[in-house]
C-alpha cells in the first residue's frame, strides 16, 4: 500500500489540502482522524464514492500518540487486509507526521510504501504562528492541555520532518497577497529541502525518505540553504571552535536570538565540556536541552547515534574531535558580522584555556554529574 501523510495545524488546511489530494488520486481511500475533548477519537474513511465508515471510540488515556497508535495504525491494517493499495491520510490537527510514520513503522504486520510526508499551511498566517507565545492548546488547535508545544514549535517540527509543504488556501480566510508571497519565502528559508507546491496534484510520490526525515530532526543537528535567494529572510551560520563561556554565553544568548524566527545548532560549553547541547529556538521560545556526550568523549566500545554520527565527522577537528559550537539563525536582517562577533566574544582565551575548566559555574545546570 502506498501512503501520504498529510499533517497540519488547524482542521481548515487539512481537509482541504485531503480534498485535493482526493481529487488528484482518484483510487485511494481518504483516512481521517479528529481528537476531540475527554479522549474521544472520530475515525471517517472516504472514497470516491462517498464516505464508507465513521465511527468513534473513547481512548482511556486521549492524546495525541494515543490516537495515532491505537487507531490509525488498526485502521490501515484492516485496510491493507481489504486488499487497498493506495490511502491519504489525515493526521489530526497538531499531531506531527513523524509520530504516524514512525507509529505506522512500528506497528503494521506487513510494510507500507510512505509516498509523501505533507505538511499542509497557510503561508500567510506563518509567521505569526511562528511567534505566538501561546500553548497549542491555549490556543485552540488541540484538546490535550498538558500539550505545551506552541504553534510555532510544531510547524518547524513538521517543515524540518516533511518532505512536501502544500500551500493551502482556505476560503474562509482569504489570504493577503503580500503576507503569503512573504509565508512563501520563510517556508522556502525554513525548508530547503523540502517541494513547496500549490495544489495536491504536484505532490511527487517517492519524495520521503525516513533515515534523511529523522536526521534533519535531530537535537542540534544544522540543514541550511544551499544557495541564497532573492528574499527578505537569509539565515547566518556560524561555528565557533573553542568552548564557550558560559556566563558571556547566557548574557550573549538574548541578543543572539533577538528577530530569529528558528535558531539552532550544538554548542560546546565550557562548564559542561563533555555534553554536546543542542540548542532550539523558535519565536519567542529558546531552550538548551544535553544531548549526551560528543563522539569523542564516548567509550571506544560505544555504538554511536547513527543520526549524529554523520554531522560528528563533518566536523571533526584534529584536537577537539567533534566538540564545537555551531549555531544557525534564521531571520529577517540577519547581520553575520554582529552574529560571528557574538558568538566570538563567548569563546574561552588563551588564559581561560590554560586555566582549565575548574571553577566555571553552568548557569543552564546542563550536566548532570559536573567534575
Known amino acids: 500500500m502506498q501512503l501520504t501523510v498529510i499533517s497540519s495545524l488547524d482542521a481548515l488546511c487539512r481537509q482541504q489540502a485531503c480534498q485535493d489530494a482526493a481529487a488528484a488520486n482518484p483510487g485511494a481511500v481518504v483516512v481521517l482522524h479528529d481528537l476531540l475533548e475527554n479522549g474521544v477519537v472520530i475515525r471517517r474513511i472516504f472514497s470516491q464514492s462517498g464516505l464508507l465508515e465513521s465511527a468513534e471510540t473513547q481512548l482511556e488515556h486521549g492524546c495525541l500518540s494515543c490516537t495515532v497508535r491505537l487507531d490509525l495504525v488498526p485502521t490501515i491494517e484492516r485496510l491493507l487486509e481489504r486488499g487497498e493499495t493506495q490511502a491519504i491520510i489525515g493526521l489530526p490537527p497538531a499531531v506531527s507526521a513523524e509520530a504516524a510514520i514512525g507509529a505506522l513503522r512500528r506497528g503494521l504486520s506487513r510494510p507500507v510504501t510512505i509516498d509523501s510526508a505533507v505538511l499542509a499551511c497557510a503561508p500567510d498566517t506563518l509567521e505569526d504562528h511562528i511567534w505566538d507565545h501561546h500553548t497549542l492548546f491555549e490556543s485552540g488547535f488541540t484538546p490535550v492541555p498538558e500539550d505545551q508545544r506552541t504553534a510555532g514549535e510544531f510547524l518547524i517540527g513538521e517543515l524540518s520532518f516533511n518532505d512536501t509543504v502544500l500551500l493551502a488556501e482556505v476560503d474562509l480566510f482569504p489570504a493577503d497577497p503580500a503576507l503569503r508571497v512573504r509565508g512563501m519565502q520563510l517556508v522556502r528559508e525554513l525548508a530547503p529541502h523540502a517541494d513547496v507546491v500549490e495544489n495536491a496534484g504536484l505532490i511527487r510520490p517517492g519524495r520521503h525518505d525516513y533515515q534523511d526525515a529523522l536526521s534533519r530532526t535531530v537535537p542540534g543537528s544544522v540543514r541550511i540553504p544551499a544557495s541564497s ?18 556566563e558571556r554565553f547566557r548574557h550573549a544568548l538574548a541578543s543572539l536570538a533577538e528577530g530569529c524566527c528558528w535558531l539552532r545548532g550544538r554548542l560546546w560549553i565550557a562548564a559542561a565540556p563533555q555534553c554536546r547541547i543542542a540548542i532550539q529556538g523558535i519565536g519567542p521560545r529558546v531552550w538548551l536541552e544535553n544531548t549526551g556526550p560528543w563522539l569523542a568523549d564516548q567509550d571506544a566500545g560505544a555504538a554511536p547515534d547513527p543520526l549524529t554520527h554523520v554531522d560528528a565527522h563533518l566536523d571533526w577537528h584534529p584536537e577537539h574531535g567533534d566538540r564545537g559550537s555551531v549555531l544557525a539563525a534564521t531571520g529577517e536582517g540577519m547581520d553575520p558580522a554582529e552574529i560571528a562577533q557574538l ?15 575548574a571553577g566555571l559555574t553552568d548557569p543552564f545546570q546542563l550536566d548532570p554529574a559536573p567534575n
Open 343 to 357: 558568538l566570538s566574544a563567548c569563546e574561552l582565551t588563551d588564559a581561560e584555556m590554560e586555566a582549565g575548566y
Open 229 to 246: 535567494s532573492i528574499s527578505p529572510f537569509t539565515t547566518v551560520t556560524h561555528r565557533a571552535q573553542r568552548p564557550l563561556h558560559p
